[in-house]
Structures are given as C-alpha cells and as structure tokens.
Nanobody, 122 residues
Framework: QVQLVESGGGLVQAGGSLRLSCAAS????????MGWFRQSPGKEREFVAA????????YYTDSVKGRFTISRDNAKNTVYLQMNSLKPEDTAVYYC???????????????WGQGTQVTVSS
C-alpha cells in the first residue's frame, strides 16, 4: 500500500501561482511513477502531468504545458506540481496518484490521494 496526502491548494487570482505537494508513505516511493489529475464538478477526472520514477520522462496535458511543472524528490518521498499563470479554468480538485508505469489514464494508477482544492478567481 502507498498512502498519498496532497497539500498546497487554495484560492488564488488569475495569473497567480500555487505549488502542490504530495507526500507518500508506505511502499518505496521511488518504485512508482507519479501523476497529477484534476476534477471539476460534473466532469470526469482528467490527466494533468506525470513523471517516471527517476524523472527521466515527463508528460503534460496540452492545456498546462509551459505553465505547470511536475517534479519529484525521492529522498523526501514527495512529488510537486508548480502551477504558474493560473486561469479560472484550472479550478478543480487536484489529486496525486502512484502507479507502476507512467501514463495519462486514471486506470493506470493504483493509489490515490484525497485531493486538494484549487480555486482560481477571475
């Protein structure tokens, strides 16, 4: 089992920045690819970003490229999502997830955090 706890969400004005953190415990963190997903009311959970166990490959959804940066610190068992130039359409609950292989689909991840709310005001 891997336990994931997100933090860092909040309310920010459009154009602002937030950094989300996801702390992992349980099994060896560096064994897992890590992903960030988000979900808005009435919408399906969607992929945001993912990183392989060693940071060697990184994926982003098109809408966040150039604005968001995913990173991980295996020594701290933590993955981060730096979000800059935030837009109202980025408003969602953000979830981190751990899986055996990097991917963009929710079914590719085995463990999920409880989510953290990000609200971007216009």
């Amino acid at each position: 089992q891997v336990q994931l706890v997100e933090s860092g969400g909040g309310l920010v004005q459009a154009g602002g920045s937030l950094r989300l953190s996801c702390a992992a415990s349980g099994r060896t963190f560096s064994n897992y690819a890590m992903g960030w997903f988000r979900q808005s009311p009435g919408k399906e959970r969607e992929f945001v970003a993912a990183v392989t166990w060693n940071g060697g490959r990184i994926y982003y959804t098109d809408s966040v490229k150039g604005r968001f940066t995913i990173s991980r610190d295996n020594a701290k068992n933590t993955v981060y999502l730096q979000m800059n130039s935030l837009k109202p359409e980025d408003t969602a609950v953000y979830y981190c997830a751990a899986g055996g292989m990097i991917g963009t689909m929710t079914r590719q991840y085995d463990y999920w955090g409880q989510g953290t709310q990000v609200t971007v005001s216009s």
